[in-house]
């Protein structure tokens, strides 16, 4: 099983630059998310989706999209990289709590990004 | 606002010793879930344990069981018979019922397990 898949593992980018993280979930879940870990601050919400064509911001949006066209994939893009953005990235997807209360969120492998 | 807090940078236990690791969250819902997750030196994230609000049992899988006590709102998680393999990063995590997917995070605690 796939599960949650991110793309790429490891990217350098320049100061300006623009990319867009890929992550695609074969689950079926409504609910994805966009966290970046940071040493000493934990988990820390970017974006997020509650399904298709819905998206909202989290703790920390700014430098950051996301749109979420299909249930499978939920992708992020860094509009012009600082290097305050170098940082791991993980996406999460999980179904909706109030039909699986207990569910975990499923996390990919993360996406460690530096922006020189 | 933390929501979560865990106030043990750094955790060292013997091997096959018990550990409690530490774990306290805010929050005025009354629906909410509470997990801990693993990071292992690798990188991925492990899930480890689940307690609901409601639940009236502490939730126990294998060697992790965690301590509820919702009046003070902590969550501990104890490993009990600690291995090697148990060094990593822990996590403690909040998902609140008023905010749908959400999940509110600690800054984790470092679990180092010595032969």
């Known amino acids: 099983n796939a599960g949650v898949t991110q793309t790429p593992k490891f990217q350098v980018l320049k100061t300006g630059q623009s990319m867009t993280l890929q992550c695609a979930q074969d689950?079926?879940?409504?609910?994805m998310s966009w966290y970046r870990q940071d040493p000493g601050m934990g988990l820390r919400l970017i974006h997020y989706?509650?399904?298709?064509?819905?998206?909202d911001q989290g703790e920390v949006p700014n430098g950051y999209n996301v749109s979420r066209s299909t249930t499978e994939d939920f992708p992020l893009r860094l509009l012009s990289a600082a290097p305050s953005q170098t940082s791991v990235y993980f996406c999460?997807?999980?179904?909706?709590?109030?039909?699986?209360?207990?569910?975990?969120?499923?996390f990919g492998q993360g996406t460690r990004l530096t922006v020189v | 606002a933390q929501k979560i807090t865990q106030t043990q940078p750094g955790m060292f236990v013997q091997e096959k010793e018990a550990v409690t690791l530490d774990c306290t969250y805010d929050?005025?819902?009354?629906?909410?879930?509470l997990f801990w997750y693993k990071q292992p030196s690798s990188g991925e994230m492990i899930f480890l344990i689940y307690?609901?609000?409601?639940?009236?049992q502490n939730a126990t899988e294998g060697r992790y069981s965690l301590n509820f006590q919702k009046a003070r709102k902590s969550a501990n998680l104890v490993i009990s018979a600690s291995q090697l393999g148990d060094s990593a990063m822990y996590f403690c995590?909040?998902?609140?019922?008023?905010?749908?997917?959400?999940?509110?995070f600690g800054r984790g605690t470092q679990l180092t397990v010595w032969p």
């Open positions: 929050t005025s819902d009354q629906s909410y879930g």
């Open positions: 999460a997807s999980s179904p909706p709590h109030r039909q699986v209360p207990n569910t975990e969120a499923f």
């Open positions: 689950m079926n879940h409504e609910y």
């Open positions: 995590a909040m998902r609140r019922g008023s905010t749908l997917g959400r999940l509110y």
């Open positions: 307690q609901g609000s409601y639940d009236e």
């Open positions: 989706s509650v399904g298709a064509g819905i998206t």
